[in-house]
């Protein structure tokens, strides 16, 4: 991890559970040099976290304003931080 490495935190509502969200972020997040994690929450939302440099972090959130085919994204909340380092890589939280 450099200096110049941030963390993408975002939330992402509409039909994004059952269609494929979750693992279509999970290999896009890796074919980005991406590490982190993303995850269904109960309220229907997906939220995930990711770190890396800003120019990746930036095309991951421009791919989860759409996601995978079958997804229909309402509404994309994101915050930007530092990174901390405390990934190895990106996974699917259950």
């Known amino acids: 991890m450099t200096a110049s490495h941030l963390r993408?935190?975002?939330?992402?509502?509409?039909?994004?559970q059952g269609v494929y969200f979750r693992a279509s972020t999970r290999e896009r997040a890796r074919e980005l040099g991406l590490v982190g994690w993303v995850r269904n929450l109960p309220d229907g939302r997906v939220e995930l976290c990711a770190e890396g440099?800003?120019?990746?972090?930036?095309a991951l959130e421009r791919w989860c304003h759409q996601?995978?085919?079958?997804?229909?994204?309402?509404?994309?909340?994101?915050?930007w931080a530092d990174a901390t380092?405390?990934?190895?890589?990106?996974?699917v939280w259950r």
């Open 8 to 16: 993408l935190r975002a939330l992402v509502s509409g039909r994004v």
């Open 85 to 91: 380092g405390e990934f190895a890589r990106f996974e």
């Open 67 to 79: 996601g995978p085919p079958a997804a229909r994204v309402d509404g994309l909340e994101a915050r």
């Open 53 to 58: 440099p800003r120019p990746a972090l930036e």
